[in-house]
């Protein structure tokens, strides 16, 4: 699944994701490979990526809002 | 024929003129790069953020808890408009002045005729033209000595609150988009309240919402809106010197122009002395030899 992170400044990420762990307003959540659509307000804290190379990210937010359709998710960060 | 030494001094100073003009337009293509980079990253954001939206405001037929969505009849209106702190940059400045002052006498002639048309001005070039004719409430130059997201949500905030309060019933865009380094569109567009896109297609309802869809709808509205202003603010930043790179190339080729024109009177000018020196000479030997 492809993961884009965006804030309003600049682009944060992009590229090919086997999972995405975020900082929902209702709690922590993961975001796997063909999830059903969301969509989700977010709130200050860490979102931790893992990508289909092996390798895993972190990316700190101050709040946002996360889209998953069509196994394409993006991120839109506020900082 | 003018006399050589007012030619050349002319030469000299259109000369001097040519370089300030390059040098300007050498910094104006600096500054578009930056400004045009500012743009580029803004708009996968600002797109998102609309389209996740427009799919929310879609299926949420109850919109009366929105806030900046409440349609009222159009009575007090806020213009806001946008141009820059500095001049020379062509037809820039005057085409948004142009267009408030369209929509003052056409689309809001009841509203300025009663006085409840407000003008707020971003940038000198306005705010000094405007306040002349029109009810200009403020004024926001500062803000292009440090245009980044938080400064200029500041001012949608405060333009946000002013709507939500019913000091204004509408609020309007009028500044230049940016479409490349030589064109800029003018555009008015209408920021308060949120115009309700008609949306048919029942696909956006299988969205899973967290924590609901009030909440995020909520949450999002504004921050699309300080969005929308953020972009017109620098579409408005990298037009300006677009239009200033333009103006400043089609001067300094101008001057080109004229220093060659000046070259050659200059070098008639020259020649027609000499020949009437020779003139001189020639014929006080043939006096002589008489």
Redesign the interface.
Known sequence: MHL?I??????LYSGEVELIQLP???GS?EILNKH??????LEKGKIKVKEIAGETIFFEINGG?V?C?NNVI?V?A?? | MANLKEIRTRISSVQKTKQVTAAMKMVSAAKLKKAQD?IV??R???D??H??LS??TGSLSNSDDNLYGVQRKPSKVLLVAITSNKGLCGAFNSNVIKQVNQLAENTYREQNQKGTLSILAIGKQAYAILKKSHNVIGEQNRIFDDL??ANVSEIASSIMDAFVAGEYDRVDLVYNQFKNAGVQVLVSEQFLPIEQEKETEMVHS??????NQE??LR??IP?SLK?QF?KAMLDSFASEHGARMTAMHKATDNASDLIQDLNLTYNKARQAAITNEILEIVSGANALAQ
Do not use: C, R
């Open positions: 884009e965006v804030t309003p400044e600049k682009s929902g307003k209702n959540f059903a659509a969301i969509v989700s307000s809002v889209e359709k993006s839109l506020d900082s | 500012a990253q803004i996968p954001y600002a998102k953020l389209e996740i799919n929310l980044n997201y299988e969205y899973i919402f967290e924590p909440d995020i949450d999002l921050k969005t953020y």
